[in-house]
């Protein structure tokens, strides 16, 4: 309806102008040379309009054609980029899926069609280094390095040079690097992690951690390279703050505060920690050294007091009264351990001593949650596969304690 009725405005104005014009009185003359043109004034008008538009049609071809060259250029100026590109579209790709001579290909392309940007320069840096061509990736890496958008990428390839090659003092400037030309990444913060948990610097590496189990074993760790007991009782206490149910976190508080004295705090720590969740390392930290075996039974039976029945409190009492020889006990203890569920060999253990007879193997004590890598001795990262607070109790008949 409306387009019918500006079709109906726009022709009706236009037939009011004709009709104007051809109304219009008078004469048009024009004298060239020798010859004379009379023409009235309506056609004159109309012959007038059509030499503007004739003027006006030759300058916009005029101008077509001055500006025709830069249109060309700028055509195939865009024709590169979109070559340059898709090249580096490719070439991501490429780097994604670990092809070398893909992403190096790529890389030749794009610098033909976008010349070296800093993005083409980390496409060659990141194809020689899937290529094995550790001197021209680092020298990439180093060109990049002087980019202001790009050099956090700079620093970042020499950082995982520097870690394959082990150079960790090179490796930790790096990281530096990283950090300052890109604050607050997560990336850079856990290399920074993983840097200091390798050259067993667990103080920098607590202040880096943000998950609560890992942070218990930084601290933990921590402590137990502290040069002063009172260092060492303020990391032990960031642990179980960390995780208040850590066997692991408890038992190494309770080691500090027996070092500076403490031995009542030491003590509450541990039954604390037996009565909410039993565990043979809290067990060991019970136990005085310089005790006899006979004290050490009767002292065990304290501590299992605070959680009766459970399978550590058994396995505890029945190994204590072991050595102590009372063989009774030691039985009687054992038997109820298997009745709660023991099956990591412990118990078996005790009675095969008892009849004297070889020990049935045992199964080790801790295991990684992550690449499932058993061990003796617990670890604040898994020597296999290096996740930290991964290592938990290896026992059966218990819930599982993650550290």
Known sequence: MWKALKFCIVAAVILVFAWWVASLPGVFSADIGSYRIDSSAPVALLLLLLLVAILVMLVRVLGGLRRAPGRVAGWRGARR??????????????????????????????????????????????????????????????KLTRSAEMKFLG??????????????????????AAEAAYPGGSWTREQRL????????????????????????????????????KLALDFAKQAVKADPGSPVALARLAVTLRAMGKERAARKTLQKGW??????????????????????AQDAARLAAANPGHVES??????????????????????????????DGRAAAIL?????????????????????????????????????????????GKAVIKL
């Not at 993983?194 to 202040?207: D, M, P, T």
């Not at 390392?281 to 050490?296: F, M, V």
């Not at 070889?358 to 061990?375: D, F, I, L, M, N």
């Open 275 to 296: 009565q909410a969740a039993p565990h043979r390392l809290l067990a060991a930290a019970w136990l005085e050294p310089g005790a006899t075996a006979l004290e050490q």
């Open 155 to 176: 620093h970042q390839g020499l950082l995982r040079e520097s870690l394959k090659a082990g150079r960790l003092e090179e490796a930790a400037q790096q990281a530096a």
């Open 352 to 396: 095969a001593a008892l009849e004297n007879r070889p020990a049935p193997p045992v199964r080790p004590a801790w295991r990684c949650t992550s690449c499932q890598t058993q061990s003796e001795s617990w670890y604040c990262a898994c020597p296999s596969c290096g996740q930290i607070g991964s290592f938990m109790d290896n026992a059966s």
């Open 81 to 142: 980029q979109r070559a340059g590109e898709l090249a580096l579209q490719r070439g991501l790709v490429a780097v994604a899926a670990g092809d070398g001579s893909g992403a190096r290909a790529a890389a030749v392309k794009a610098r033909a069609a976008l010349g070296d940007t800093g993005f083409v320069q980390w496409l060659h840096a990141e194809a020689a280094r899937l290529s094995g061509q550790e001197e021209p990736a680092r020298l990439a890496y180093e």
């Open 194 to 229: 993983a840097l200091a948990v390798r050259e067993q610097n667990y103080s920098a590496a607590l202040r880096l951690s943000q998950s609560p189990q890992a942070r218990a074993a930084l601290a933990v760790a921590a402590s137990e390279q502290a040069q002063t007991p």
């Open 314 to 343: 058994e396995l505890f009492l029945g190994q204590t009264a072991l050595a102590a020889q009372l063989t009774g006990e030691a039985k009687r203890h054992a038997e109820a351990a298997l009745k709660a569920g023991n099956e």
